[in-house]
């Protein structure tokens, strides 16, 4: 089973949508989303929520550019020899038609150039509140963790979590995270291995 995702806001996108196309409106969907550099799911999203689509400059979307530049470029030299300029056509070069008039360039609105960065996990965040440097262990049931954090979250899903997170969590926090299993149940233990910097 594949993990939830989080939108921009960090809520779970537990909802599926799907829907039928054609096979030229699939192929038309494809090009729109890799001239965006976004993942199909973020663009769709965002042309439905009437939200603006920014193109961010990388190796993909310039792969992509170009590979619709020599499409573009065949079909142009199809209509020279007399055919007749297809509609699909248009479209795609009203997609990348120049933005600077005068240079005959496009501009760059914004260059990636930082990290990366995870949504805020909650779960982790409230770790850190009682796995301090005063209190550095803890282990107990994750029915006993339930309680111990206050959150309102079934014990096997917390485990989940905290078995995705476990990397996250010493990394950026400092806390080690071990899972075992014997015949008196699931035990899950917390030491805080070093400050957060």
Same mark, same amino acid.
């Given at each position: 089973?594949?993990?939830? =995702?989080? +939108?921009?806001?960090?809520?779970? #996108? ?9 096979? &030229?409106?699939?192929? !038309? ?11 199909? *799911?973020? /663009?769709?999203?965002? #042309?439905? *929520? ?7 400059? =990388? ?17 142009? !030299? ?5 055919? *007749?300029?297809?509609? +699909? $056509?248009? +479209?795609?070069? #009203?997609?990348? =038609? ?13 260059? &990636? ?16 509140? %009682? ?7 803890? !282990? ?13 979250? %079934? ?12 990397? #996250? $969590?010493?990394?950026? /926090?400092?806390?080690? /995270? ?5 015949? +008196? ?8 291995? *070093?400050?957060?910097?």
């Amino acid at each position: 089973m594949s993990l939830k =995702n989080c +939108d921009m806001k960090g809520r779970w #996108r537990s909802k599926t949508v799907a829907f039928r196309v054609s096979p &030229e409106e699939d192929a !038309q969907i494809e090009r729109l989303v890799a001239l965006s550099g976004l993942t199909k *799911q973020d /663009y769709i999203v965002k #042309r439905l *929520q009437n939200k603006d689509i920014i193109v961010i400059g =990388n190796p993909r979307v310039h792969k992509a550019l170009r590979n619709q530049l020599i499409t573009v470029l065949k079909e142009l !030299q199809r209509i020279e020899s007399g055919a *007749q300029i297809d509609d +699909d $056509l248009m +479209d795609m070069i #009203r997609l990348i =038609n120049i933005r600077n008039t005068e240079k005959l360039s496009w501009d760059l609105e914004k260059a &990636e150039t930082e990290l990366w960065k995870e949504a805020p996990e909650p779960l982790l965040e409230e770790l850190t509140k %009682k796995i301090t440097a005063d209190a550095p262990d803890w !282990q107990g049931s994750p029915t006993e963790l339930v309680a111990f954090l206050g959150i309102d979250l %079934k014990p096997n899903i917390l485990t989940m979590k905290l078995n995705v997170n476990a990397g #996250r $969590l010493f990394n950026e /926090y400092g806390i080690c /995270y071990e899972s075992s299993r014997s015949h +008196d149940g699931r035990k899950v233990k917390f030491h805080l291995e *070093q400050t957060k910097t």
